[in-house]
């Protein structure tokens, strides 16, 4: 079966699903070769999900056929999809954490001898398995010993032990360091020798041209676009992605920050001096001014996300000062923090953000209640006006104040978790990924409010593994690796490379090279 | 993009791992189940029940459904912070062993009775509210899951209650104690009042104040709302408080109406009754969402599904194994409904 | 277990790590051997003497049954409260069944609790609901059930049958009760190590999810787990009532925590998804040691102590084990953050 002079593994088609009032996908179609790496992208919503669950049996289809290796397939369970060589590696490492590596590898499928299991036998054939992926470790040990990029090529070595011919990798690297990154990437390009084909799923376009050969681009549940990636530009992707013209994206940079007025001067708002906790924090440093965003860059693990925590008095610390507008302060709960005047608006809005059952007017005005109440008893009215002001301040699109969050879309959900601090008339606001898994046209909205915030006076901590957003919204940039600060760039002192070689190495480029 | 950013967060569909109910049964449950089985109880009741209509037996009626009711406030706010209690049962029966032995006593000022009677109700509801703080305390500092934390007390408890009334039967004659379960001002029964002011008292708590949106907070997504200054420990600490004390309260009413103290039968199953009218009436055993009128509706209906049985000479064992079958049935129905 | 707890290593070693792993694998086992010598420290002869030792393990084997039982349950993540009232449904049961002779009586019993596991079972895995309230509801319903079976009251036993074997027969030294115990947990512990059944039972616990997309055979697995549990009640159930001649209703109140307490002491998870067959037996005889024990020393005189207060204390026991597993297992998880 072929399409051109490509040798096609997969080809679905005119592939239709509607969940209750929605249409997910409606028409869309995938090729792709063997052998080949295959990116698949769009906006949040755009499909790609749900076609790959129709793939791989997790959702049935509608309508459309799916034709795998010559024949025409409808797998209604994941494991059937395996079996017949598609397995999917999941975001969320799905494998058992108490349990061996050599188990996780073989769960489902033990090799057995006499009907009980035959455990030097498993554990040999999992040694083999990794080791034709390159990785050498004890399969005996608990897989919840391992780093989670380990535990992601335990997934994937699981994968190709199932004689894969198709590996379905849903954002693989959201949660892996750069250099796991690379070895992810030979893991794939081994694969890719061996005539693997592999479906490649992710928010990172910066990784797509490294790894990829062809990509297929997704928006509003249809196929919009599909070529080699080598006639593609990144701005390309992102135009098809958004459904705009190209030079609209171009005038508009990749931000939604506009270049504003450095504000360098004033008396600091937050400094925090050698702060140190259990190893994940060694001696973190960073500061703020009102007016200010500053910018906290570094790797998954660097310990940006602990700074933000320690600084909210969410997590406790060893050793190490933090002082608000020159204060010393040591907040022993998120409740002190909040009446200092500071605002968190964590990375993972799902698991510690949005109280899911709750409406948009109970959650915007959740870290507001003591300030709401007399006696304990809520001023609704007062509370009312507080939501219909930042509903239409934001824009929050939402049937009404009384609608459930969870009903929202992400980038709604964000701006209410926003306005939950904003309410408060914060002194400092921090942001740990603020933007993160959101469809593009709502991150300008928010990049363009958090500029707004900085002009009123606000202070910003913004943690952001997006290299651009860090460029093109900061005043100042820190730089953190394995728990230390190890690089301050004022805005005009710093370019892309620069700052990717200090979250790498720990130092600035001159330094590296010296 | 607002909508379409829905599809993808959807649960995955189940595939033939999960049995779902008929959908006449399903669509019913979800908008007026509860409602409607209590209609259905009350029409057969009216038909088939001889003085069914009497205001003797709805007071009987009321009379029993109101201890299901305290309990099962306390157990509503519990649940509602994502935990359970099921010590419940055992807390009633400290109460009303502890009491007597107060009431009773023979020692310095107890034996006055304006000193002993307020004590033998203030000092067991303080003791079993501080047993509730203890459960809260295993919860909140020592992580323990709820279910095996107030599981110590739910066996432990009971034991204290037999030891506190050597294991027997210990009856007792003091109207004014026994106010508190047979006293009937303006004809209507003391707990009765007892129930509607606690339910008004409850439900407005839930709606007006912080601590009310709290609790809910607590159960609906625990870290964040840490995070949003929510004081989570305090917040269950107080629910498990609260259920104890209320636990306590009943248990007075229990002794008092049988004018015993009956450490084997006292709140026996209660647990299991409170949990029930809790989850019929709608609220998540998962947390997070809460009704306290809808737990009035739940224990009404447990409360007529056991009366329908007796009424109707249907043996002890029997009528257990029925309320076991509806509060699997009624757990069922809400699930779906969650779905 | 998230990504970010997974991601680093464990580096902060030394004797305090060393020593709490120890306490927490064999923790119990210490406790166990230190409890034994302060018997024989204290009450000499009469505590190793073969009576006492054979009375010790005989009158722990129901206890043994339903833990063992529990113990897959907890494995699975979920938990099995009606055991206490199967053993009392299925003792009736056998002392009716009694007569009939003894295989039936045994059958009966145990195809009895087999069924209630079934309809836990199906209740927890097919309609997903939470095993604690499926396992109450249970609880009252076997406890109705066996109110019925024996119109309130308790039943004796057919003295003519052989039936009472069940209880008095020896093979060789060993008490037939013993004999059966041992043998179903080196069965339990065949069937955890070296079956597929007993590794998804520990992947279902571990993370569900996993095992779901890896097409495990979840349902059937929990079916099969709270139906062992059930039938393993039945067969303590059996041996109760030719314990004591009789089958009574309001037997095994509260054994289901006394069963919580021996997997948990062991060191099973509450949370599932690690756990052994071997240190829930350690479990048992801990809690059995200990009260052969305090019936020593209420022999001696040292305390007066009603019967009431047994329960008090089993709670009490319970209390410690889990508050020390919740500890040490913090400071397990705590080292690798």
Redesign the interface.
């Known amino acids: 079966m072929t399409d051109g002079e490509r040798d096609l593994l997969l080809r679905m088609d005119g592939i239709c699903k509607s969940f209750p009032g929605v249409v997910a996908l409606d028409n869309a179609w995938l090729r792709v070769g063997r052998g080949e790496v295959h990116c698949l992208v769009g906006q949040n919503g755009a499909g790609k999900s749900t076609l790959m669950k129709i793939l791989n049996g997790a959702y049935r289809k509608d309508r459309g056929t799916i034709t795998f290796d010559g024949r025409e397939v409808d797998f209604h369970k994941p494991h059937e999809a395996q079996e017949a060589g598609i397995s999917t590696i999941y975001q969320e490492i799905n494998l058992v954490p108490y349990r061996s590596v050599a188990e996780n590898i073989f769960m489902g499928r033990e090799p057995r001898r006499f009907g009980l299991i035959n455990w030097p036998r498993m554990n040999r054939e999992a040694s083999q398995v990794l080791s034709r992926l390159g990785i050498q470790i004890d399969v005996r040990q608990p897989l919840m010993k391992l780093n989670v990029a380990l535990q992601q090529m335990v997934a994937i070595a699981r994968a190709v032990s199932f004689q894969a011919k198709l590996v379905i990798m849903d954002e693989p690297t959201s949660s892996l360091a750069e250099h796991e990154v690379a070895t992810l990437f030979e893991v794939i390009r081994g694969l890719k020798a061996q005539g693997v084909s592999v479906i490649y799923i992710s928010h990172r376009l910066d990784e797509l041209h490294q790894i990829g050969d062809r990509i297929t681009i997704m928006r509003d549940g249809q196929t919009i676009e599909e070529r080699p990636l080598s006639e593609i530009s990144k701005l390309e992707i992102v135009a098809k992605m958004l459904g705009r013209e190209l030079d609209v994206v171009q005038q508009a940079g990749a931000t939604g920050f506009r270049k504003r007025a450095a504000h360098t001067d004033g008396e600091p708002l937050l400094e925090v001096k050698h702060l140190r906790r259990g190893r994940v924090l060694q001696d973190a440093s960073v500061s703020a001014r009102p007016g200010e965003i500053v910018g906290l860059a570094g790797l998954l693990g660097s310990g940006r996300t602990e700074v933000a925590r320690a600084i909210f008095g969410a997590d406790p610390v060893d050793d190490g000062e933090i002082r608000i507008n020159g204060q010393r302060a040591r907040f022993r709960s998120p409740a002190d923090a909040i009446r200092a005047g500071i605002g968190f608006c964590t990375e993972d809005r799902k698991s510690e953000g949005i109280i899911p059952y709750l409406s948009v007017r109970e959650n915007l005005t959740l870290a507001a209640l003591p300030t709401l109440a007399r006696n304990g008893i809520v001023d609704r009215a007062r509370q009312r006006e507080i939501v219909d002001r930042y509903v239409r301040l934001l824009g929050i699109k939402a049937a009404s104040a009384e609608q459930k969050i969870r009903e929202l879309s992400g980038g709604n959900q964000q701006k209410v978790l926003l306005a939950r601090w904003l309410c408060l008339n914060p002194k400092l606001l921090l942001l740990d990924e603020p933007t993160r898994g959101i469809d593009v046209g709502a991150k300008a909205e928010i990049q363009k409010l958090i500029d707004d915030l900085a002009d009123a006076g606000l202070g910003v901590l913004m943690i952001s593994s997006e290299i651009e957003e860090l460029l093109e919204g900061s005043d100042r940039i820190t730089v953190m690796r394995d728990g230390k600060t190890v690089a301050e760039f004022e805005r005009d002192e710093i370019d892309q490379r620069a700052l990717l070689t200090a979250m790498a190495h720990g130092a600035s480029a001159e330094q590296a090279e010296a | 993009m607002a909508n379409v950013g829905q599809t993808e967060a959807r649960p995955a569909r189940p595939a033939a791992d999960r049995v779902v109910l008929p959908r006449w049964l399903r669509a019913a449950g979800q908008t007026h189940g509860a409602v409607i089985a209590l209609l259905l109880l009350v029409l057969f009741n009216a038909i088939f029940t001889t003085n069914y209509l009497a205001w003797s037996t709805l007071r009987v009626n009321l009379d029993q459904v109101a201890t299901i009711v305290i309990v099962g406030i306390g157990m509503t706010l519990v649940i509602a912070t994502g935990g359970i209690d099921l010590s419940v049962g055992a807390l009633m029966a400290i109460a009303g062993s502890l009491a007597p032995l107060i009431f009773d006593s023979d020692w310095g000022p107890l034996d006055r009775p304006w000193v002993g009677i307020p004590l033998a109700i203030v000092l067991p509801i303080l003791l079993t509210g501080f047993l509730g703080l203890f459960n809260g305390f295993l919860v909140t500092y020592f992580r323990i899951q709820p279910i095996i934390a107030t599981l110590v007390l739910y066996l432990g408890g009971r034991g204290i209650a037999k030891a506190l009334s050597d294991g027997i039967l210990l009856d007792f004659n003091n109207p004014s104690f026994e106010y508190l379960g047979k006293g009937r001002p303006l004809g209507i029964p003391v707990q009765v009042i007892l129930m509607a002011i606690l339910l008004l008292i409850a439900a407005w708590m839930m709606r007006s104040t912080v601590f009310g949106r709290y609790i809910l907070a607590t159960g609906g997504n625990e870290p964040a709302a840490r995070l949003a200054g929510v004081p989570v420990s305090r917040v269950k600490l107080a629910v498990y408080a609260i259920s104890g004390l209320l636990a306590g309260l009943a248990g007075l009413i229990w002794a008092a109406r049988i004018s015993a103290a009956d450490p084997y039968r006292a709140g026996e199953f209660m647990e299991l009754d409170a949990i029930a009218a809790a989850a019929v009436g709608g609220t998540a055993l998962t947390g997070g969402r809460a009704t306290i009128i809808g737990t009035l509706l739940g224990a009404v209906i447990i409360q007529q599904v056991r009366f329908t049985l007796i009424s109707h000479n249907v043996s002890d064992g029997t009528t257990r194994i029925v309320i076991a079958a509806a509060i699997i049935l009624a757990v069922l129905i809400q699930r779906q409904r969650e779905q | ?1 998230t ?1 970010r707890t ?6 902060t070693s030394g004797w305090q790590q060393w020593a709490a792993g120890l306490l927490r694998q064999q923790g119990a086992l210490i406790a166990l051997i230190a409890i034994f010598l302060f018997g024989v420290w204290r009450y000499g002869e009469n505590f190793t003497s073969e009576f006492n030792l054979w009375t010790l393990l005989r009158n722990n084997t129901y206890f043994g049954l339903i833990a063992l039982g529990m113990t897959f349950v907890i494995m699975t993540g979920g ?1 099995d409260l009606s055991v206490g009232a199967v053993v009392a449904l299925t003792a009736v049961a056998a002392a009716r069944l009694s007569g009939e002779g003894l295989w039936v009586a045994v059958a009966g019993a145990i195809g009895l609790g087999l069924g209630v596991g079934l309809i836990n079972g199906a ?1 927890i895995a ?5 095993p ?3 396992t ?3 609880l ?2 076997a ?7 024996s119109n ?1 009251a308790s039943v004796s036993i057919d003295f003519n049958s052989n039936f009472k074997d069940l209880w008095r027969t020896n093979v060789g030294e060993v008490p037939l009760p013993v004999v059966i115990t041992a043998f179903a947990f080196l069965l339990g512990s ?1 069937a955890l ?4 059944f007993g ?2 039972v ?2 279902i616990g ?2 569900e ?8 055979p ?2 059937r697995t929990l079916v099969a787990v709270y139906a062992l549990s059930g039938a393993l009640a039945g067969l303590s159930g059996a041996l109760l009532a030719a314990q004591g001649n009789t089958g009574s209703p309001i037997a095994g109140i ?1 054994w289901e ?1 006394t069963a ?1 307490a021996a997997v ?1 002491v062991g060191g099973t998870l ?2 599932g ?2 756990g052994s067959v071997w240190t829930t037996l350690v479990g048992v005889l801990l809690l059995g040691l200990i009260f052969n024990e305090l019936n020593f020393e209420r022999g001696k005189g040292t305390f007066e102590l ?11 026991f ?2 410690l084990v ?2 020390l597993q ?2 040490l297992t ?1 400071r397990a998880s705590a080292s ?2």
């Open positions: 277990m990504a997974a991601s680093q290593e464990p580096t938990i209740l097919r309609f997903r609901i939470q604690f309230i499926v109450l509801a249970t009252l319903a406890r109705g059930g066996a109110l019925n079976l309130n065949i190590n070296l079956t597929r590794r998804h520990l992947a571990g993370n999810e996993a095992a779901r997309l890896a097409g495990l979840i349902a509260g925590l919580i948990v509450l949370t998804g690690r009603t019967q009431y207060w047994e329960e008090v204390i089993r709670g009490a319970l209390l889990v508050i919740s500890r913090r690798t953050t």
